[in-house]
């Protein structure tokens, strides 16, 4: 199953993880409940051609698809980002460049 959704959070802190979150914006969401990713593998996901299992396990794919989903969300000014989700899965956020004030 997958889930998106658009939320008001904080922002990490960009690169190497320095520094205080940046403030909330508005951020898109996308959990799944899959086998989840390992934390020591998760920047590993964002490089082109990186698979974290064989080509015949949990649904195959290329290695293409999260790279490319990076580097389309930076160049909208963006930023990407995952973490775990309890019980099992994947929470895949990110920004597109600046957040318009939200309506009063």
């Known amino acids: 199953r997958v889930e998106v959704t658009v939320e008001r959070r904080p ?12 403030g909330p914006e508005r951020v898109v969401v996308v959990r799944d409940n899959g086998i989840g990713i390992p934390a020591e593998r998760h ?5 082109l051609f990186r698979r ?20 389309i969300v930076e160049r909208h000014g963006g930023r990407i980002w995952l973490e775990a989700v309890p019980g099992g899965g994947t929470a895949f956020y990110f920004t597109l460049g600046a957040s318009a004030p939200d309506p009063a």
Request: charged fraction near 15%.
């Open 43 to 47: 920047a590993d996901v964002f490089d």
């Open 52 to 71: 974290l299992h064989g080509p015949t396990e949990h649904g195959g794919g290329t290695g293409v698809g999260l790279a490319l989903v990076k580097r």
């Open 11 to 22: 922002v990490p802190p960009a690169g190497d993880g320095a520094g205080a979150p940046a």
